[in-house]
Nanobody, 125 residues
Framework: QVQLVESGGGLVQAGGSLTLSCTVS????????MGWFRQAPGKGREFVAH????????YYGDFVKGRFTISRDNAKNTVYLQMNSLNPEDTAIYYC??????????????????WGQGTQVTVSS
């Protein structure tokens, strides 16, 4: 059974930082491209970042503007999203997702095969 479990969300003040983690079990993590998406209330699922199986070629949504960093540790089956300079517009549920293509990297959520349950990030002003 494939499981993606996110953690690290919470409440933070504007300008603060959080690091999200997503640990994967039940599949060969090292061959998956991993992505992060987010969904704010009343809005669609928005691409945040993705990283290929080797950890090379991270790619970010336009709104990130250098504030977030995606990384992965294949030995721990875990992908991370470090978020700095958070603002209230970053408030959303953040989801990690796995694409079973090693050199994948779509910005469309439909390209991803497996999803976590999400973790809430709330940024207060």
């Amino acid at each position: 059974q494939v499981q993606l479990v996110e953690s690290g969300g919470g409440l933070v003040q504007a300008g603060g930082s959080l690091t999200l983690s997503c640990t994967v079990s039940g599949r060969t993590f090292a061959t998956d491209t991993m992505g992060w998406f987010r969904q704010a209330p009343g809005k669609g699922r928005e691409f945040v970042a993705h990283i290929t199986s080797s950890g090379a070629h991270p790619y970010y949504g336009d709104f990130v503007k250098g504030r977030f960093t995606i990384s992965r540790d294949n030995a721990k089956n875990t992908v991370y999203l470090q978020m700095n300079s958070l603002n209230p517009e970053d408030t959303a549920i953040y989801y990690c997702a796995a694409d079973n293509v090693p050199m994948g990297g779509s910005t469309y959520y439909t390209a991803y095969d497996y999803w976590g349950q999400g973790t809430q990030v709330t940024v207060s002003s």
